[in-house]
């Protein structure tokens, strides 16, 4: 009963309007009761006029500063059922557009459940195991003895390095390591993908994700501010408070909403005589379909979306997906899986294979590129330790330079090493493969051969793409042309532009011909690009925190299906909110027609009205579902390819 009070405590302080009607209406209809007709009448016209005058005043300002709103129906509706003495349908129409905000707020509220479902599982408690603490878990008592041991702290007091206990069932609170030997966790709410991911020990775990039925031990290796799960809740809250645009799309077919109704309205009463007759024409022509329906849709789209582990940053960049013609293409770690791994070292005369790859490794671990850590790795393998620099530079899309014991080494693309020596040869590659070159105090040292596997669906994701009406793809990438044309043929890409700097993939994006153009890439490189695009969508799962940031479309799967699945979502979402609004006016229309011949009085019209708002409104909840039509077990294309040192 406190719960009911509260709740009806917060609503008339939220929606006043709502309030003073409701309460309006019950004195006037005890008024009618009494015989107090007079009564009635007045205090139901008078508080018609007022909420007129507020509406006003907001109309006029709108229509002061060019905006020629869906107010103006409403607000001649109101004067016209007052002056010819409807003042029931008058009160019906105040409470229909008072109610109107809270009606969509109850919309919206179950359009975004996902969107909140995503903020309301955020993470607030950690168990911190102490320093040193015998949690070992050969013992089968040790998780229990571990509970024992865990201090209780808010999550974001857990610093880099903590050990956390993580109980069955709750949340991980912050990304990290797994130090127990086997645990499964489900990732629904980051990847949308519903089956449990099993992890062994020393494998990564994701803030977010849920733990299964053992309790277990991890390694914090970021902060919350840091982690996966924070990350996607600040791109969720943007997405949420972000407006979806409401007002372009009600603004389409507003003014001819308003002058269509109001000619239907005009001649009901000029062929009639009856001034009632236009009142009665009115009440029909409220806007509650146009200003409630597509919100309400947007909402739902991108719920749907988050859902299914994409998160869309507003309605507008829906929108902007939806109407899209074409789609760019970032390659190494977009296209590909952005894994490289070597495949041979070719040293020139004076040097050894192992000492080229010690080279290369002791300057790439300076550059940020993912086809660094490949020869980091690659020398590890190798039992090759890099040694630090004296100095040195990444030059972005082209390589490292870096002072190692007194000589000078470049390793990167071949036109970066050719600067410094221009006898430098190209190597001999296989398709799909790449090289990259090094030189030594201005001498061409020798190449490495790298190789990367293009994601296996890829090519169904562009094949999806298509079905959809992105029918232009191009691939832009800072590889060399003949690696890029070989990954873009083994995926479907029709055009390529290769060797591109930062700038150069913006200038690229500006030039493309059929608009919108979506951009997908992974990288910090990307950043600038995704920025430009019209919608730009980063590859979150693994993209760097700047790609993020500057999208519009963030990615939490690593998966390349998610870009057709993200189109798909926005046109069916498009679709319906297009759709409710069409319904809405079409049988406002048909409505509005029979009542210019007299066959709806003013309260039945009116009344009428609110099963119109209410048939457009659970249309375009509609948005919330739809059939999954890429699924990662599509038709799947497997081709070896290559990367190269750059943007990629």
């Given at each position: 009963m406190?719960?009911?009070?509260?709740?009806?405590?917060?609503?008339?302080?939220?929606?006043?309007?709502?309030?003073?009607?409701?309460?309006?209406?019950?004195?006037?209809?005890l008024?009618?009761g009494?015989?107090?007709?007079?009564?009635?009448a007045w205090?139901?016209?008078?508080f018609?006029l007022?909420?007129?005058?507020?509406?006003?005043?907001?109309?006029?300002?709108?229509?002061?500063?060019?905006h020629?709103g869906?107010?103006?129906l409403?607000?001649?509706a109101?004067?016209?059922?007052?002056?010819?003495?409807?003042?029931?349908a008058?009160?019906?129409?105040?409470l229909m557009?008072?109610?109107?905000?809270?009606?969509?707020?109850y919309?919206?509220?179950?359009?975004?459940?996902?969107?909140?479902?995503?903020?309301?599982?955020?993470p607030?408690v950690?168990?911190?195991?102490?320093?040193?603490?015998?949690?070992?878990?050969?013992?089968?008592?040790?998780?229990?003895?571990?509970?024992?041991?865990?201090?209780d702290?808010?999550?974001?007091?857990?610093?880099v390095?903590?050990?956390?206990?993580?109980?069955?069932?709750?949340?991980v609170?912050?990304?990290?390591?797994?130090?127990?030997?086997?645990?499964?966790?489900d990732?629904s709410s980051?990847?949308?993908?519903?089956?449990?991911?099993?992890?062994?020990?020393?494998?990564?775990?994701?803030?977010?994700?849920?733990?299964?039925t053992?309790a277990?031990r991890i390694?914090a290796?970021a902060?919350?501010?840091?982690?996966?799960?924070?990350?996607?809740?600040?791109?969720?809250?943007?997405?949420?408070?972000?407006?979806?645009?409401?007002?372009?799309?009600?603004?389409?077919?507003?003014?001819?909403f308003t002058a269509?109704?109001l000619?239907?309205?005009?001649?009901?009463?000029?062929?009639?005589?009856?001034?009632?007759?236009?009142?009665?024409?009115?009440?029909l022509a409220?806007?509650?379909?146009?200003?409630?329906?597509a919100?309400?849709?947007?909402?739902g789209?991108?719920?749907?979306?988050?859902?299914?582990?994409?998160?869309?940053?507003?309605?507008?960049?829906?929108?902007?997906?939806?109407?899209?013609?074409?789609?760019?293409?970032?390659?190494?770690?977009t296209?590909?899986?952005?894994r490289?791994?070597?495949?041979?070292?070719?040293?020139?005369?004076?040097?050894?294979?192992?000492?080229?790859?010690?080279?290369?490794?002791?300057?790439?671990?300076?550059?940020?590129h993912?086809?660094?850590?490949?020869?980091?790795?690659?020398?590890?393998?190798?039992g090759?330790q890099?040694?630090?620099?004296?100095?040195?530079?990444?030059?972005?899309?082209?390589?490292?330079?870096?002072?190692?014991?007194?000589?000078?080494?470049?390793?990167?693309?071949?036109?970066?090493?050719?600067?410094?020596?221009?006898q430098t040869?190209?190597?001999d590659?296989?398709?799909?493969?790449?090289?990259?070159?090094?030189?030594?105090?201005?001498?061409?040292?020798?190449?490495?051969?790298?190789s990367?596997?293009?994601?296996?669906?890829?090519?169904?994701?562009?094949?999806?793409l298509?079905?959809?009406?992105?029918?232009d793809?191009?691939?832009?990438?800072?590889?060399?042309?003949?690696?890029?044309?070989?990954?873009?043929?083994?995926v479907?890409?029709?055009?390529v532009?290769?060797?591109?700097?930062?700038?150069?993939?913006?200038?690229?994006?500006?030039a493309?011909?059929?608009r919108?153009?979506?951009?997908?890439?992974?990288?910090?490189?990307?950043a600038?690009?995704?920025?430009?695009?019209?919608?730009?969508?980063?590859?979150?799962?693994?993209?760097s925190?700047?790609?993020?940031?500057?999208?519009?479309?963030?990615?939490?799967?690593?998966?390349?299906s998610?870009v057709?699945?993200?189109?798909?979502?926005?046109?069916?979402?498009?679709?319906v909110a297009?759709?409710?609004?069409?319904?809405?006016i079409?049988?406002?229309?048909?409505?509005?027609?029979?009542a210019?011949?007299?066959?709806?009085?003013?309260?039945?019209g009116?009344?009428?009205?609110?099963?119109?708002?209410?048939?457009?409104?659970?249309?375009?909840?509609?948005?919330?579902?739809?059939?999954?039509?890429?699924?990662?077990?599509?038709k799947?294309?497997?081709?070896q390819?290559?990367?190269?040192?750059?943007?990629?």
């Open positions: 406190v719960i009911n009070r509260l709740s009806v405590s917060r609503a008339l302080r939220r929606y006043p309007i709502v309030a003073a009607t409701v309460v309006v209406i019950t004195a006037v209809l008024l009618l009494t015989g107090a007709e007079t009564a009635a205090i139901a016209s008078l018609t007022g909420v007129v005058g507020l509406t006003g005043v907001g109309m006029v300002r709108d229509i002061l500063r060019g020629w869906l107010d103006i409403a607000v001649v109101m004067l016209a059922t007052v002056a010819v003495g409807e003042y029931i008058a009160l019906i129409i105040v557009l008072s109610g109107g905000e809270a009606l969509e707020d919309a919206a509220g179950r359009a975004k459940r996902e969107l909140n479902a995503l903020l309301d599982r955020a607030n950690a168990h911190r195991l102490p320093s040193g603490a015998d949690t070992g878990d050969p013992d089968p008592g040790a998780h229990n003895h571990a509970q024992g041991l865990a201090e702290i808010p999550a974001t007091e857990v610093a390095g903590d050990i956390l206990l993580v109980k069955p069932a709750e949340v609170p912050v990304d990290g390591i797994l130090l127990s030997e086997a645990a499964s966790f990732e980051l990847t949308g993908e519903s089956m449990p991911v099993a992890r062994t020990e020393g494998g990564t775990v994701m803030s977010g994700s849920v733990n299964g053992h277990i390694q290796t902060t919350t501010a840091d982690s996966q799960y924070q990350r996607i809740v600040a791109l969720v809250q943007e997405a949420s408070e972000s407006k979806a645009p409401v007002v372009r799309l009600a603004d389409r077919y507003a003014v001819p269509v109704s000619l239907i309205a005009g001649i009901a009463w000029a062929v009639s005589g009856d001034p009632v007759r236009f009142a009665e024409v009115l009440v409220t806007p509650c379909p146009l200003l409630i329906a919100p309400v849709a947007f909402m789209g991108m719920s749907r979306a988050a859902g299914s582990g994409i998160i869309v940053k507003g309605g507008a960049v829906l929108e902007q997906l939806a109407r899209a013609k074409s789609a760019a293409f970032d390659k190494t770690g296209l590909t899986y952005g490289p791994e070597l495949v041979a070292v070719n040293p020139e005369p004076g040097f050894t294979a192992d000492g080229l790859l010690a080279l290369a490794a002791s300057a790439e671990q300076y550059s940020s993912v086809l660094a850590a490949s020869v980091l790795t690659a020398a590890e393998q190798r090759l890099p040694v630090p620099a004296d100095t040195a530079q990444e030059v972005a899309t082209n390589g490292v330079e870096a002072l190692i014991g007194g000589r000078t080494v470049r390793v990167g693309k071949r036109r970066f090493v050719a600067e410094v020596d221009p040869r190209p190597v590659l296989s398709p799909g493969q790449m090289g990259v070159y090094l030189s030594v105090d201005g001498r061409f040292a020798g190449t490495l051969v790298m990367d596997t293009a994601r296996d669906n890829a090519a169904a994701t562009l094949d999806g298509r079905s959809l009406g992105i029918t793809t191009v691939m832009l990438t800072g590889d060399g042309l003949a690696t890029a044309q070989s990954m873009a043929a083994a479907g890409i029709t055009e532009q290769a060797e591109l700097l930062p700038q150069d993939k913006v200038a690229a994006v500006a493309l011909p059929h919108p153009v979506i951009m997908v890439g992974d990288g910090v490189n990307d600038p690009v995704l920025a430009a695009a019209d919608v730009g969508i980063a590859m979150g799962a693994r993209g925190t700047a790609a993020s940031e500057s999208a519009d479309v963030v990615i939490v799967a690593d998966d390349i998610k057709a699945a993200a189109v798909d979502i926005s046109q069916r979402t498009l679709r297009l759709g409710s609004i069409w319904l809405g079409a049988l406002s229309i048909v409505l509005m027609l029979v210019a011949f007299g066959f709806i009085p003013a309260v039945a009116a009344l009428t009205q609110e099963l119109v708002d209410l048939v457009a409104i659970l249309n375009a909840l509609r948005a919330l579902h739809g059939r999954k039509l890429f699924q990662r077990t599509a799947r294309t497997t081709v390819t290559a990367a190269v040192s750059g943007s990629g």
